[in-house]
């Protein structure tokens, strides 16, 4: 069965087993499914976590078909909870600081950033204030490793996220959906 909005969420890999229609956020799927290997994305963006809650490490999905999105992103956890990114249309600004609290070197972000520091020699950062659009944040250069999703909003210590320390960023852009 295939919902045309939203994501089906599989017990099984290659789309087995018994299934669950997700049409926004959920808290936690264990009512749902006690488990899942695989999904079809049938429209939009979509944060997926390990944890209940919202809680864990963040898995981006976009439109698509994962038959085993566990061995694709080397998770060691299944999901248990997801999050939709709304569409946004616009300028995007994000100013990125060198320390927590705003401290240290400051740069302001309208584009992609493979490696902040190949482009500002600075090598990582620690807080950020999202002015405008939604942002993918990522620990290893070239978008690679766990990452974060920022929406607008004042990031003071990005400590409280795992000990992250992100060193890239990219738009999530509305081409995407």
């Known amino acids: 069965m295939r919902c045309e909005t939203g994501v089906t969420f599989y017990e099984e890999r290659n789309f087995q087993g018994r299934s669950y229609e997700c049409m ?43 038959a085993d999105y566990m061995s694709m992103f080397g998770m060691s956890n299944w999901i248990r909870s997801c999050r939709t990114i709304p ?24 584009d992609d950033c493979d490696s902040i520091m190949d482009r500002y020699r600075m090598s990582h950062c620690q807080s950020c204030h999202v002015m405008d659009g939604h942002w993918l944040m990522y620990e290893q250069p070239h978008y690679r490793g ?32």
């Open 87 to 110: 569409v946004y249309r616009g300028s995007y600004k994000m100013r990125i600081y060198e320390r927590e609290n705003f401290g240290g070197q400051m740069y302001d972000m309208m």
């Open 24 to 66: 926004g956020d959920c808290a936690d799927m264990s009512s749902y499914l006690s488990r899942c290997h695989s999904c079809r994305v049938e429209s939009g963006c979509w944060m997926m976590y390990d944890q209940p809650n919202y809680m864990g490490n963040q898995y981006f999905f976009k439109m698509g078909e994962y």
């Open 146 to 177: 766990r990452m974060w999703w920022f929406r607008p909003g004042e990031y003071r210590n990005f400590s409280n996220m795992g000990g992250m320390r992100f060193m890239n960023m990219r738009r999530i852009m509305d081409s995407w959906y």
